[in-house]
């Protein structure tokens, strides 16, 4: 499934990833979310913010990655998820060059 | 007689419901997107407020669903895995434990705006009009980014009640001949139900050329080593939209419940 669909059609066709993979991927998550509440609690001032987020968005990655399976997809989808993420920089990135500078 | 065999294969377009999906999804994104624009720009400019206001959430409330949401997410992928091998019966079970979860996870929210609620904090509330303009700032994101979401896990377990139904009754397949339409290659023929040793069990009508149009359904469940990606993709693209619910859970948790 990592090229063009079309080829395999009539192939037996397994799952991307067995069991096992989604328990531990679950188990990263479980494990991430942990490390985020924890730094939360130790109050580490301006950097806790940008601590929380870059757990949150390691962990979407993963969500994505896996769970959603963009690792076994092709191009066209990873393309399309940076284009989604090259729009939000630029929505949030434009908006604080107008209200930070006011 | 001789016995032709014909794949009761409908074509069907599984990338493209799936690139489908995913459009779908990044329209999603972007809704959530300005949500969070908003967020982070009050945020900058009300820093201490947004930093008060988030010590009124109950930390212990916003993890639990954040584990909650993340074990849904498991079971979601789970249940897809067992129909790609085979077993229908996990994945039904899979399913159920998902919606479980996508329950647990709202009756969480309704004791959580509840409890506000009760407080005297909702929007446009008296109490809430008096405090600062940072918080009440705070508390409407709160109100609207969670409120949201949370009508986003409501359909959500529409969605998956939908797909538990479809999978239990999955997948029927329905093969069609219709004249001009692969009619004439059955012409002269006769459908017959054959047993796994090749005897007719059953047998129809010499099939001539006044018959217009054959239709033939079956019920199958695929095996392991028959699977095809197609007869899911609707439980797939399900699974999708759940792990963006997902998603945007792990980025409103920490937002919301983790800058005291």
């Known amino acids: ?102 | 007689m001789s016995t032709q065999s014909i794949a009761l294969a409908h074509h069907k377009d599984y990338r493209g419901s799936k690139f489908g999906i995913w459009l779908f999804l990044i329209t999603e994104v972007i809704l959530f997107g300005g949500m969070f624009l908003l967020y982070s720009v009050y945020r900058s400019e009300h820093a201490q407020d947004f930093h008060h206001a988030a010590g009124e959430l109950n930390t212990l409330v916003g993890t639990i669903n954040t584990l909650i949401l993340l074990l849904s997410s498991l079971t979601m992928a789970l249940s897809i895995a067992a129909t790609h091998h085979g077993n229908r019966k996990l994945a039904l079970w899979m399913i159920a434990l998902t919606i479980l979860c996508a329950c647990g996870f709202m009756v969480n929210k309704y004791f959580e705006w509840g409890a506000k609620i009760h407080h005297g904090i909702y929007p446009g509330s008296p109490k809430l009009a008096a405090f600062p303009k940072g918080e009440i700032l705070f508390f409407g994101l709160y109100f609207t980014m969670t409120g949201v979401h949370g009508i986003h896990v409501l359909v959500g377990i529409v969605l998956l009640t939908t797909m538990f139904i479809r999978v239990m009754n999955q997948p029927n397949a329905k093969l069609s001949f219709v004249a001009g339409h692969g009619l004439q290659r059955v012409e002269g023929g006769r459908l017959a139900v054959l047993d796994k040793d090749g005897n007719t069990v059953w047998r129809g009508e010499e099939i001539d050329s006044t018959i217009e149009r054959i239709d033939v359904k079956t019920k199958y469940w695929p095996v392991k080593e028959r699977f095809r990606v197609e007869d899911f993709n609707l439980l797939e693209n399900s699974g999708l939209y759940w792990h963006i619910v997902d998603i945007i859970w792990i980025f409103l948790f920490p937002l919301f419940y983790l800058i005291t």
């Open chain 1, 1 to 102: 499934m990592s090229h063009d669909a079309g080829h395999h059609h009539d192939e037996v066709q397994h799952g991307p990833a067995g069991y096992g993979t989604y328990f531990l991927t679950w188990f990263t998550l479980v494990f991430l979310t942990a490390i985020t509440v924890t730094a939360a609690g130790l109050h580490l001032g301006a950097i806790s913010v940008i601590v929380a987020l870059v757990i949150a968005m390691i962990k979407a990655t993963i969500v994505l990655f896996l769970f959603m399976h963009l690792k076994y997809e092709d191009r066209l989808f990873h393309r399309l998820l940076l284009i989604v993420i090259a729009a939000m920089t630029i929505f949030i990135g434009l908006t604080f060059t107008d209200t930070l500078f006011r």
